[in-house]
C-alpha cells in the first residue's frame, strides 16, 4: 500500500487508500469502489477525501501486522520494492494486512454505504471537473463518514486468517520454484 508513502519505511503515511487488490477482494455493494477502481475516481482525489482517516482505521486494525512485514524486510535486508525477493521470507505479514484491509473496506462499505453512493452520483454528474462544488460537497461527506468509522467505539474486524496464511503458501510456492 504505497499510496501517500514517506521518505522512511518505520512512518506509516498518513494517507492511505485500499489497494485495487483489496478492492477487488472485498464484496463491495457502494458504486464507489468501481469508480475508484477504474481510475475515474483519482488516486488524489481519494487520498484528499478520505485517505487521513482510513489511514488512521488501517493503523488501529491492521498496524501490527504492517509492522510485522516492515521489521521482516528490515531485518533481512531486502528490498521492499522487490517484491519477488522479500515475499517467501516476509509475506505472511503482508497477506494478513491485506485480508484485515479487505475486511476494513467492507466494514466502510457497510456504514458509509450513502455517502459513497452519492460520491459516485456526484462524479459522475460533474464528469471531468474536481472542482464541482456538489462533487466536493459529497467528497467530504465520505470523509466525514469514514472519520466516524475510525472513532467507532468497539469497532472490530474480523478476517480469515487462515485463508491468508494459505493464500502466502501457495503465492511462496509458486515464487519459489
Known amino acids: 500500500m504505497g499510496q501517500g508513502g ?3 519505511t518505520d512512518r506509516v503515511p498518513d494517507r492511505l487508500v485500499p489497494t485495487s487488490t483489496q478492492l477487488r477482494r472485498a464484496q463491495l ?8 477502481q477504474e481510475g475515474r475516481a483519482s488516486m ?16 488501529q486494525h491492521c498496524g501490527q501486522h504492517r509492522s510485522e512485514h516492515q521489521q521482516c524486510v528490515r531485518s533481512r535486508k531486502l528490498d521492499p520494492l522487490n517484491m519477488p525477493a522479500w515475499y517467501p521470507a516476509c509475506g505472511e505479514p503482508y497477506e494478513l494486512e491485506n485480508a484485515c484491509a479487505v475486511s476494513l473496506v467492507e466494514e466502510i462499505d457497510r456504514r458509509c454505504r450513502a455517502p459513497l453512493d452519492k460520491a459516485a452520483a456526484a462524479l459522475a454528474a460533474a464528469g471531468n471537473s474536481q472542482a464541482d462544488p456538489k462533487l466536493q460537497a459529497s467528497l467530504d461527506a465520505v470523509g466525514q463518514c469514514v472519520s466516524q468509522v475510525a472513532k467507532a467505539k468497539g469497532l472490530s474486524v474480523s478476517y480469515n486468517a487462515a485463508a491468508a496464511r494459505e493464500r502466502f503458501s501457495a503465492s511462496k510456492r509458486l515464487m519459489i520454484r
Open 29 to 36: 455493494t457502494s458504486k464507489w469502489w468501481s469508480l475508484q
Open 44 to 59: 488524489p482525489m481519494c487520498l484528499q477525501a478520505y485517505g487521513k482517516p482510513y489511514a488512521k482505521l488501517l493503523e
Open 6 to 8: 514517506s521518505a522512511s
